[in-house]
Every structure is written in C-alpha cells, then in structure tokens.
C-alpha cells in the first residue's frame, strides 16, 4: 500500500468547443462527488477552452491542465504559449511530451528538458508522457526507451522536485488505437520507470504518481488500472462524455 492519491485525468486532444467543454464542465462535478476525496481528477482541454473550463468547474475540485506549454517564459515564439500564461489562467498543470507531440509535432526530449523544470518554476503540475513504440517494444527496446525518455525528459528537475512531476506510461500503441497494454505490461513498465526515479532519490521514487494512459475505456479500466503501482490514468478518447469518464474515474481508486 502506497500514501500515494491516485490521478485521473481528461486529454480532450484538440476536441470540444467552449460551450461544449463548458457543459462537461457542469456535468462532471456531480458525477465524481463520491469521488474527489480519493482521487484527484483533471481536465486537459484545448487552449482555447480553458479559461472557460476553470469558470464552468466553479469552486469544484477538479483540476485543469493544459496540453503543452512552452519552456521559455516569453518571447518571438509565434504560436507559442508559456506556463506562466497558463498560471495566469488560473491552470493548474500541462502535459508535455504526449506521443502526439512528440511523433507530429517533432516534440524533442531536449525541449522537455526545459518544459518539465519551467512548469514546475511557474507552479504548474507537469505531466509528461513516456513511452514506447510498437517497433520499440518488438525490438525490446521498451525499457532503453524509457530510460532515455525519463533521464533526459528529468535531467534538470531538482532530486527534491521529482515527486512534483507526475509521470504517464502511454505505450504509443495503446494511443488511440484501442489496444490496451495489459495491466502486466503496465504495471512492468511503471516498476521500471520507478526504478529509474530511485535511481535519483528513493523518497522520490516513492512518492511520485506514475498512470497509465492508452485505450483505458470504462469498460477495461478496473481490469487494467487495479494492480498496486498504477497511481491512475490519463484518458484520451473515451475522457469526452463526462458518464464515461466519471465511470474511469471510479476505477482509478
Ligand atoms: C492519450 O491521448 O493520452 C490517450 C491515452 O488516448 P486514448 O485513451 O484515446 O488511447
């Protein structure tokens, strides 16, 4: 048994307009009441919908991330928007280095390098992605690859920062493609993963929360997400309908 609270958290990708997201917004409360003391639970909408977001959840305690953020504060970075903007916001957290990023947007762990620390200066909750391709994973190179991801990604956060940071394992062919990682497969990679935080601080090893994230739908979430060690998960498709989502969010306790 771990003193660690579990996450569940929306990646609304770039998906729901601000009426839309402000509708989930006043749905969702209610429907994780039971809920809220035993997992934390957020939302990631698009940029746009996310002034809207933290208006329409109120005074409910829910958290609201963002879906990147760029590692400089300000400056000539068109298209960009900073952590600090997003803390200005009334944000709570961003992800960074989701596969999507990484693989469409050439999204590099030298970027990362810089994001995860400037979330963390801004009070921002970073949650960075790891995770391995299907070649990867066929070549064995499952573990290589989270190892270059989680030194490289972390290099730059302080040993007594670490546990700020909240890690998700999303095996690349699990995104989107509904393929599960079975909760072995997940439970290994997240031992791994923890492992490799130990290697920088035990304490922090202990208490960072590392989910699971990939085609977790309600119907597959208890199964995958119930072994000790998953600490939650971050849910993309099936994190759209507030009944659906409140139903993973009910498994991730
Ligand atoms: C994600 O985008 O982080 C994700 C896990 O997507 P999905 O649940 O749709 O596989």
Redesign the pocket.
């Known amino acids: 048994m771990t003193n660690r609270t579990p996450i569940c958290a929306a990646?609304w990708?770039m998906h729901k307009t601000r009426p839309e997201a402000a509708a989930f917004a006043v749905a969702l409360p209610p429907l994780v009441a039971g809920e809220l003391e035993r997992v934390e639970v957020w939302v990631c909408p698009p940029f746009t919908a996310l002034a809207t977001t933290t208006e329409a959840l109120g005074e409910a305690a829910i958290r609201v991330a963002a879906q990147n953020m760029h590692f400089e504060d300000s400056g000539a970075f068109t298209g960009e928007v900073s952590a600090p903007m997003l803390a200005e916001l009334g944000v709570d957290g961003a992800?960074v280095g989701?596969?999507?990023r990484r693989q469409l947007f050439a999204e590099t762990d030298e970027a990362l390098a810089r994001k995860v620390p400037a979330a963390l200066a801004a009070g921002l909750v970073p949650i960075l992605?790891v995770g391995e391709t299907l070649e990867q994973r066929e070549a064995g190179d499952t573990e290589a690859t989270l190892r270059r991801q989680v030194e490289a990604d972390l290099v730059d956060v302080a040993d007594d920062d670490l546990e700020r940071v909240v890690i998700?394992y999303?095996p690349v062919w699990?995104?989107?493609?509904g393929r599960n990682a079975t909760s072995e497969q997940a439970v290994e990679a997240i031992e791994f993963i923890r492992a490799l935080v130990a290697v920088r601080s035990d304490a922090a090893a202990e208490a960072i929360r590392i989910v699971y994230?990939?085609?977790?739908?309600p119907g597959n979430a208890a199964d995958v997400l119930s072994p000790n060690g998953i600490d939650g998960a971050?849910?993309?498709?099936?994190?759209l309908d507030p009944n659906d989502f409140a139903a993973i969010v009910a498994a991730c306790r």
């Open positions: 990646n990708k992800i989701h596969s999507e992605c998700a999303e699990a995104i989107g493609t994230g990939g085609s977790v739908k971050l849910v993309g498709g099936a994190s």
